[in-house]
């Protein structure tokens, strides 16, 4: 492949895939980032050469996972996806969340520890503060991030 969008395109869904994602939905984000026009399933399965219900699968993947959303055009009566408004201040919101919640499960884990077992309960303790300031620096990192288109 020689042209950089479609490079750009397979890289997303290799970098999707090195983080336990589906690499079709990798390709889809990264789709939807160089290309202004929301796509439908249709589209979008030929535009990455996938089937119809794969890309529905994975669309509805990254809609769960907010940062596409389905939207609908005037007269036509299939649906389309698009990126999210601000895509990458909700990925970082989406992550600080997330981290927020396994840290919250993690301190749950620790309190039904018993207190002599003091250095697990300490190294637990350790691992939510981790992951507490993990979701303080995703929030304090979406404020730094310009607005997207």
Request: hydrophobic share 40%; net charge neutral; with cysteine.
């Amino acid at each position: 492949m020689n042209d950089p969008i479609e490079n750009f395109i397979e890289m997303m869904g290799l970098i999707y895939q090195a983080d336990g994602a589906p690499r079709i939905a990798g390709r889809i984000f990264g789709l939807l980032l160089v290309e202004d026009e929301p796509h439908s399933l249709q589209g979008i399965a030929e535009r990455l050469q996938v089937s119809k219900a794969s890309a529905s699968t994975n669309a509805r993947l990254l809609a769960e996972k907010g940062v596409i959303r389905l939207t609908t055009k005037p007269g036509v009566r299939q649906d389309f996806y698009q990126l999210v408004p601000d895509v990458y201040r909700q990925m970082a919101i989406k992550v600080s969340a997330r981290m927020k919640q396994v840290s919250d499960q993690i301190t749950g884990a620790r309190d039904a520890i018993p207190a002599e077992q003091s250095v697990a309960r300490e190294r637990i303790a350790n691992l939510a503060e981790c992951y507490r300031v993990a979701s303080e620096t995703s929030l304090a990192w979406a404020e730094k991030l310009p607005p997207s288109k």
